[in-house]
């Protein structure tokens, strides 16, 4: 009888034993299943920042321009004003060099918007963007340069894309050079602020978002989600 009743315990704890080292197994192979990814990072994605702010602008055609136009395309903004001059860094030459080497990337059927935001209203008419855009070499199929109210100006870029801007007593502009890269469904996926990227990152970036639009249904997009809970972000 002892026998039995030490034979029935050996069991339990071997059960319990067993039980316990299959816990201890799930999150093993967790650990081990983002280690695999980190390292062998089979699909690189950009990170999902936050959301991109809503706006309503005016292009240089006079026409009304708003955040939902560029929903399922990948926009590229930056933020200048025509007369910008040093200090202050023009930042549309980079459009410029991107749009020139865009056949570069197979973005399927992902359209690729640009928009340049002017903070000078007052100077930047329709007439002086048409200009500017004309200088660029700017497709304005694609490329839209658009401007507004100085208070919704500053909601935009200060509180949306955390971008400064402001005037001095002499009536000159402190702007904060930047771009800011927003995928299709309205979410800010890279900013690049105080520096430029140049024209190779914007090129990777943008096809980044070309690919994971284009995988976004069917089994590739659990693949897409694991690679965002495992941070496989481009370095």
């Given at each position: 009888m002892t026998a039995l009743i030490f034979s029935t315990k050996q069991q339990d704890m071997a059960k319990a034993s067993n039980k316990l080292n299959w816990l201890w197994a799930i999150p093993a192979t967790a650990l081990l299943a983002v280690a695999a990814f980190t390292i062998?990072?089979?699909?690189?994605?950009?990170p999902r920042i936050t959301l991109a702010p809503g706006y309503m602008l005016t292009d240089q055609n006079g026409n009304a321009l708003t955040s939902e136009d560029m929903r399922g395309k990948i926009t590229f903004y930056n933020f200048t004003y025509t007369n910008c001059a040093e200090p202050c860094v023009q930042t549309s030459g980079l459009l410029q060099e991107v749009q020139a080497r865009?056949?570069?990337?197979?973005?399927?059927?992902?359209p690729i918007e640009f928009v340049t935001i002017s903070v000078d209203p007052a100077r930047d008419t329709t007439a002086v963007l048409t200009e500017f855009a004309n200088q660029l070499g700017a497709d304005q199929n694609m490329w839209h340069f658009v401007t507004g109210d100085v208070n919704r100006l500053k909601w935009v870029i200060g509180g949306g894309f955390g971008l400064y801007f402001g005037q001095r007593d002499d009536g000159s502009i402190i702007l904060d050079s930047?771009?800011?890269l927003v995928d299709g469904g309205g979410i800010l996926r890279a900013e690049y602020v105080h520096y430029?990227?140049?024209v190779d990152i914007v090129l990777r970036d943008i096809r980044l978002l070309a690919e994971e639009s284009q995988n976004s249904e069917g089994a590739a997009r659990y693949?897409?989600?694991?690679?965002?809970?495992?941070?496989?972000?481009?370095r």
């Open positions: 062998i990072r089979p699909i690189q994605v950009l865009l056949d570069e990337i197979d973005n399927g059927d992902v930047g771009y800011m430029d990227p140049g693949a897409y989600e694991a690679a965002h809970l495992f941070l496989c972000y481009p």
